[in-house]
């Protein structure tokens, strides 16, 4: 496999990935949209890939021209965002799933050897929990009574107490939003192709990315890049719910790595695979770290009490199946890293959207 398209490629994953190929040998050619409220009015240039495809993955001339002479596809492009998702519907299925349907009946009769889609954590819902007896469950959902009255852990169905345990692929999913239908849609579609055409197809579900250059813009994705540009303002993060609830932040450049070694395994194809750390973070443990890491240790994080529709309680991955099919090995941890992504963030001018976002979630309901 010598050239690759990767779309989405001048997002923030994409220009991680981006780089890890070409550091790899690959030609890499980019096809982006560059939405607005991703790269703003006025995108910066992407460094380093001179074939650059700026157009919409639904545009089928566009996506025709982006597949000629490639090898592969590592397919990012997709709205990114959970709460929006909720009340901008089109606008997801769009970009997501028309987008992806666009792009592979593109390839049919090409020679396309294989593609890797990044589909997301939020389709597994809830995590995986134990009761004390040690008994797996594996389709919690929280009540809406249950979250009215702020009781935010999930409770068995007899009403037990339970504990969060690793999530591995053989969760069921239970798709708690329109982005998370959106990413559940591309993963099959892309799988389903591969699995009829005989292309090696592969789906990486993503837990939380984090690193620099992440949309400090966009209110509706990237916890760690809007508690960065809360902090920045001189604003306490706000935090839905108590901040107890837990996640899985892996560093950008180990995703990258992941997508390259799905791209490159052989064995890897007709799979799903969780891209984490492995490691699980409270909300409140991660704003209260990075506050410190931008020497503003007395914002510590607002708790806002509130529920915030599609959102689930806690959610870190088993990364067991991609070390063993891929070989994946996280190398950075989110403590060790907070650095480096301090040191960007200071260097952006960060608007705080996050107000925005609140209003606009609770002037439709989405926020109680
Ligand atoms: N960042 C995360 O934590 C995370 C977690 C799980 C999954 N993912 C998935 O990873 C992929 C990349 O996410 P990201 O964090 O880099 O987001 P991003 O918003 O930075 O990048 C997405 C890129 O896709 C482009 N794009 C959007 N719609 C498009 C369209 N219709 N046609 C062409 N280009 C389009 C955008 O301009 C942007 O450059 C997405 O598929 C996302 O769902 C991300």
């Given at each position: 496999m010598k050239t690759v398209l990767v779309t989405g490629g001048s997002g923030f994953i994409g220009r991680y990935v981006t780089s890890e190929l070409l550091e790899h040998g690959y030609a890499v050619r980019v096809m982006d949209a560059l939405v607005e409220q991703v790269h703003g009015d006025a995108p910066e240039k992407q460094e380093g890939v001179s074939d650059v495809i700026y157009a919409d993955v639904r545009d089928k001339a566009a996506v025709l021209r982006a597949i000629d002479g490639i090898d592969g596809i590592i397919h990012l492009a997709a709205e990114v965002g959970v709460g929006q998702s909720m009340y901008e519907i089109a606008r997801y299925v769009g970009a997501n799933d028309l987008g992806t349907a666009v792009l592979l009946e593109a390839m049919?009769?090409?020679?396309?050897k294989k593609i890797v889609v990044a589909s997301s954590m939020s389709v597994y819902g809830e995590g995986l929990y134990a009761d004390n007896a040690g008994r797996r469950f594996d389709t919690i959902r929280r009540k809406p009574a249950e979250m009215k009255s702020k009781q935010w852990e999930p409770l068995s169905p007899d009403g037990d107490w339970l504990t969060p345990l690793a999530t591995d692929e053989q969760k069921p999913v239970e798709l708690a939003s329109i982005y998370a239908l959106t990413k559940y849609v591309q993963e099959r579609q892309v799988l389903l192709y591969g699995d009829a055409y005989g292309v090696d197809a592969v789906a990486l579900r993503l837990f939380n990315v984090f690193g620099a250059g992440q949309a400090l813009s966009n209110p509706y994705t990237g916890v760690l890049a809007n508690f960065a540009s809360r902090l920045m303002n001189g604003q306490s993060p706000t935090i839905f719910e108590d901040g107890q609830q837990k996640r899985d932040f892996v560093h950008v450049k180990d995703v990258a790595r992941a997508f390259r070694l799905a791209l490159e395994?052989?064995?890897?194809?007709g799979h799903v695979f969780n891209i984490g750390s492995g490691n699980a973070y409270t909300i409140a443990q991660v704003a209260g770290l990075l506050a410190d890491a931008m020497g503003l240790p007395h914002l510590q994080p607002e708790i806002l009490n509130k529920a915030r529709s599609g959102d689930i309680r806690h959610c870190f991955a088993d990364i067991t199946k991609a070390r063993e099919l891929l070989g994946f090995e996280p190398q950075h941890r989110l403590e060790n890293s907070l650095g480096p992504f301090v040191d960007w963030v200071t260097s952006q001018v960060a608007p705080d959207r996050g107000p925005q976002m609140q209003k606009e979630l609770l002037e439709r309901g989405l926020v109680s």
């Open positions: 049919l009769g090409k020679d396309i395994k052989p064995r890897a194809a």
